[in-house]
């Protein structure tokens, strides 16, 4: 039976169409932050350095008091995004779009609206999709398009089966294989003021959300990915596409996640994989000419 009636998904479609607008300053500090937590040895940071690509994560953070924050460690719904009625929330995958490289000392204004919210039915049950377009511009005009993709779930069924894993269909060319310890969640939680607790609370994310640990932020594996493309070729991206497969946990037992990727003309394919050899994220990024 449906957990949703159509007065309840007619009431959350209300949300499509709403915006919001913000302002921020590219600053150094977090690019410095940055640079460690991905064991660079960049140079200092000066104004008008060009901000490498999915770094503008780290502004724009979000502030709710303590006193609006959810038991999940999200800020309650029902704000900007709408109160959606299933618990899992995971950030399931985005297209970006550069104009114009965003630089430090920039002035940003970033404006947000959320271009859809979706009812489907998967193989775990019920989702709800929502769909943002963010538009970030600095005094030069228009520098970048994101839509981010966020889908929620319901609670687990102990007794599903897992999902078959899928395989790369391509050859890594590229390759850097890391352990996502709980260290370098917890760095990239503080880093984006990310709160949410299946992050880095253990005992939150096994027994009432129902994983086996620490789940890695979708957002990190997608900047491992073209920080992969940056540690090989100095060319700036004009787009990235990427889509979370399976979701991938903490590597307490030391194994290794790998970061792959297949040059291919103007495209290079990228993704993650796990100890398995399963694919975890896959995407699609695109040089500028």
Same mark, same amino acid.
């Given at each position: 039976?449906?957990?949703? @009636?159509? #007065?309840? $998904?007619?009431? =959350?479609?209300?949300? *499509?169409?709403?915006?919001?607008?913000?302002?921020?300053?590219?600053?150094?500090?977090?690019? &410095?932050?940055?640079? #460690?937590?991905? @064991?660079?040895? @960049?140079?200092?940071?000066?104004?008008?350095?060009?901000?490498?690509? %999915?770094?503008?994560?780290?502004?724009?953070?979000?502030?709710?008091?303590?006193?609006?924050?959810?038991?999940?460690?999200?800020?309650?719904?029902?704000?900007? %995004?709408?109160?959606?009625?299933?618990?899992?929330?995971? +950030?399931?995958?985005?297209?970006? &779009?550069?104009?114009?490289? =965003?630089?430090?000392?920039?002035?940003?204004?970033?404006?947000?609206?959320?271009?859809?919210?979706?009812? !489907?039915?998967?193989?775990?049950?019920? =989702?709800?999709?929502?769909?943002?377009?963010?538009?970030?511009?600095?005094?030069?005009? $228009?520098?970048?398009?994101?839509?981010?993709?966020?889908?929620?779930?319901?609670?687990?069924? /102990?007794?599903?089966?897992?999902?078959?894993?899928?395989?790369?269909?391509? *050859?890594?060319?590229?390759?850097?294989?890391?352990?996502?310890?709980?260290?370098? =969640?917890?760095?990239?939680?503080?880093?984006?003021?990310?709160?949410? &607790?299946?992050?880095? @609370?253990?005992?939150?994310?096994?027994?009432?959300?129902?994983?086996?640990?620490?789940?890695?932020?979708?957002?990190?594996? /997608?900047?491992?990915?073209?920080?992969?493309?940056?540690?090989?070729?100095?060319?700036?991206? *004009?787009?990235?596409?990427?889509? #979370?497969?399976?979701?991938?946990?903490?590597?307490?037992?030391?194994?290794? $996640?790998?970061?792959?990727?297949?040059?291919?003309?103007?495209?290079?394919?990228?993704?993650?994989?796990?100890? $398995?050899?399963?694919?975890?994220? *896959?995407?699609?990024?695109? +040089? !500028?000419?």
């Amino acid at each position: 039976m449906s957990l949703l @009636d159509a #007065a309840t $998904l007619t009431h =959350l479609q209300s949300w *499509q169409g709403k915006t919001e607008t913000r302002h921020d300053s590219l600053g150094m500090s977090p690019v &410095r932050a940055m640079s #460690a937590t991905l @064991d660079h040895e @960049d140079a200092e940071p000066l104004d008008g350095d060009v901000l490498p690509p %999915l770094w503008h994560w780290l502004y724009f953070l979000p502030v709710a008091r303590h006193s609006e924050i959810g038991p999940d460690g999200h800020p309650k719904r029902g704000g900007f %995004l709408p109160p959606m009625p299933l618990p899992r929330r995971m +950030w399931a995958g985005g297209r970006l &779009r550069w104009h114009r490289p =965003l630089q430090l000392g920039d002035e940003v204004q970033r404006v947000s609206s959320i271009e859809r919210v979706q009812h !489907k039915t998967g193989r775990s049950g019920e =989702l709800l999709f929502v769909q943002v377009l963010h538009r970030y511009s600095n005094g030069h005009g $228009l520098c970048l398009e994101e839509t981010h993709d966020i889908v929620y779930r319901p609670a687990p069924d /102990a007794t599903a089966a897992p999902a078959p894993g899928l395989k790369p269909v391509h *050859q890594a060319v590229w390759q850097r294989n890391i352990v996502p310890d709980d260290v370098l =969640l917890f760095r990239y939680s503080a880093l984006t003021f990310n709160s949410h &607790r299946i992050h880095y @609370d253990r005992r939150y994310v096994t027994q009432v959300e129902g994983y086996p640990g620490l789940i890695v932020h979708g957002p990190l594996m /997608a900047t491992l990915l073209v920080d992969l493309l940056r540690r090989h070729s100095p060319r700036f991206l *004009q787009s990235f596409e990427f889509k #979370a497969v399976k979701p991938v946990f903490e590597c307490a037992d030391r194994r290794v $996640l790998s970061v792959c990727a297949q040059p291919d003309g103007e495209q290079v394919h990228a993704w993650v994989q796990d100890h $398995l050899g399963d694919v975890c994220m *896959q995407a699609t990024a695109h +040089w !500028k000419p």
